[in-house]
Structures are given as structure tokens and as C-alpha cells.
């Protein structure tokens, strides 16, 4: 069965490093997404991304995130600069055209330090 | 504002026995209706959806959810834990408008005893 996967599944950063974050969404899949999900919070949506361009983003993605589908498979979500506050589970989900269900992958654990 | 509440934060089970994990929400309109469930060191997988019809819905590991519009609620069900369902459980809602966010609640920690 096909499955979202992410690269790395662990990161750990210094305070104000780049960190980027990949994905590779289901092949036939046409929306991505990038929630977070903060130690012993809730789930968060980021951002949404479609036809190579952002369809949604919350008050989290601010100037410091950036997302980017570089070729036809990978869906990467930069860090510019990050902070001791980025430190979360980062998870990609995609979905196809029409469908209701975004189905997720292992997720990214980023520290910063 | 949109929410999702799942109210018990830890719940702890025997083996066999049943479960029931509660999940509340507040929308604007009836909106679609997930579980997923997260294993130590794993994604977020999948156990059933709702989006109408039958307020009932199977889903994958024997786990089933009601749908209850009177009550803003989805409650997953399951009527024999076994052991390996110990994870983290979120209800998480959409809006009809396919490809919006998902709001998450905070989650349900499922710990089975034996």
C-alpha cells in the first residue's frame, strides 16, 4: 500500500540554523500538507499546497517557513532560522483531487537545541 | 471558533475489555469526522472516517465511531482491547470544503493492562 514518507525522522539543529524537512507524497496525490505537532500538544496545521502554490496557512507559518515542491515527488517544508519553539513532530499529508482523506506520514522530529 | 475536544486525556483499560473514547467538537456546520491513532514512534494512521450516511462507521482493528449530531460527538468505540491498541488516539475534524486543515484535538492516551 502506498505510503507518505519523511526524511529524517530525527533532526536535531542548533538555535538559528536552516533546517529542511521532506516528504514524499503518495504518487498520485495532488495536495500536501505540513501540520506540527508540539511535545504533549495538540496536532497544528502549517500550511496547505497545491498545483505549486499555498492554499492555506495558519498563523503559525509565518516569514520563517517556506515550503517548495523542488521536482515531482518531493514536498520539503525550510526553517530559515530556527528557534528552541520549532522543536516539535513535523508531519506531511497529501491527499488526491476530490478526496476527503489526508493520510499522513511517520512525521520528522526536530530538537533545537 | 472551531474546536475538538477529547476530554479524557489518559485512560487505562483491561485487556478485553471494551472501550470507548469520547470526542467533541464545535463547527460551523456538520463537518467530517476522523480518528487516527499514533503508535509510539509512528505516524498518524487511520482508523475511520465519517462523512454521511450511516452515523456508524467501521473502521480498521475492529474499532467502530458514532456519530451523534445532538451531541456535537464521535465517540470510538471498541468492544475487546487487546494489548497492542495501547497508543495515542485523535479525533480530528474538516470542513465539507475537501482539502481544508484538519483540527485536531489534544488527544486520548489508551494504556491496556493485562
Known amino acids: 500500500e502506498p505510503e507518505v514518507t519523511q526524511t529524517p525522522s530525527h533532526q536535531v539543529t542548533q538555535m538559528g540554523q536552516e533546517v529542511i524537512l521532506r516528504c514524499v507524497p503518495i504518487?498520485?496525490?495532488?495536495?500536501f500538507y505540513w501540520y506540527r505537532q508540539i511535545l504533549g500538544q495538540k496536532v497544528e496545521f502549517l500550511v496547505s499546497?497545491?498545483?505549486?502554490?499555498?492554499?492555506?496557512k495558519s498563523e503559525i507559518f509565518d516569514d520563517q517557513f517556506s515550503v517548495e515542491r523542488p521536482d515531482g515527488s518531493n514536498f520539503t517544508l525550510k526553517i530559515r532560522s530556527t528557534k528552541l519553539e520549532d522543536s516539535a513532530m513535523y508531519f506531511c499529508?497529501?491527499?488526491?483531487?476530490?478526496?476527503?482523506?489526508?493520510?499522513f506520514g511517520p512525521g520528522t522530529r526536530l530538537l533545537v537545541l | 471558533a472551531q474546536s475538538v475536544t477529547q476530554p479524557d486525556i489518559h485512560i487505562t483499560v483491561s485487556e478485553g475489555a471494551s472501550l470507548e473514547l469520547r470526542c467533541n467538537y464545535s463547527?460551523?456546520?456538520?463537518?467530517?469526522l476522523f480518528w487516527y491513532v499514533q503508535s509510539p514512534g509512528q505516524g498518524l494512521q487511520l482508523l475511520l472516517k465519517y462523512f454521511s450516511g450511516d452515523t456508524l462507521v467501521q473502521g480498521i482493528k475492529g474499532f467502530e465511531a458514532e456519530f451523534k449530531r445532538s451531541q456535537s460527538s464521535f465517540n470510538l468505540r471498541k468492544p475487546s482491547v487487546h494489548w497492542s491498541d495501547a497508543a495515542e488516539y485523535f479525533c480530528a475534524v474538516g470542513a465539507r470544503q475537501a482539502g481544508t486543515a484538519l483540527i485536531f484535538g489534544k488527544g486520548t492516551t489508551l494504556s491496556v493492562s493485562s
Open positions: 504518487s498520485n496525490h495532488l495536495y
Open positions: 499546497f497545491y498545483n505549486n502554490e499555498i492554499s492555506e
Open positions: 463547527y460551523g456546520a456538520t463537518p467530517y
Open positions: 499529508a497529501s491527499r488526491t483531487q476530490g478526496a476527503k482523506t489526508q493520510y
